[in-house]
């Protein structure tokens, strides 16, 4: 099984700048594995993952929808985003809570004190005049 699967990708089909961009691309993960910026790769990874399941829902709706292609992707691509529109419209809503909340604390931890200025007694001297 692994011979039909890498039998695709002989020297023979690929062109020279095929071969050169694979191996320099092979390289550069490769350093990027290999250096303290490797939190990138989570990037890379996130990217493919979320087109993965852009392709998926494309699929399936491909399967079910009777659009053209260009639909098909406009369509999936607007489902991908809905989870995040959800999550960004609870932040917002949530946030509008705690900022309520806060801004209570804060006024009536203000309230508690009185604004700082000093107490003398009748015969204090200042120092300097």
Do not use: C
């Not at 494309?58 to 489902?79: P, Q, R």
């Amino acid at each position: 099984m692994l011979l039909t699967i890498f039998s695709t990708f002989t020297s023979e089909t690929w062109s020279t700048g095929a071969i050169l961009g694979t191996g320099m691309l092979m390289g550069l993960v490769l350093a990027l594995v290999l250096s303290s910026q490797r939190w990138l790769l989570w990037y890379l990874l996130g990217g493919m993952g979320y087109w993965l399941a852009v392709e998926t829902i494309h699929s399936l709706l491909t399967h079910w929808l009777v659009l053209s292609e260009w639909h098909n992707y406009v369509t999936a691509i607007g489902i991908s985003w809905l989870p995040l529109s959800v999550w960004v419209l609870y932040r917002a809503l949530r946030y509008e809570d705690v900022s309520r909340t806060v801004h209570k604390q804060r006024q009536l931890h203000a309230a508690r004190y009185i604004e700082h200025t000093p107490v003398y007694d009748d015969d204090y001297q200042p120092r300097f005049q």
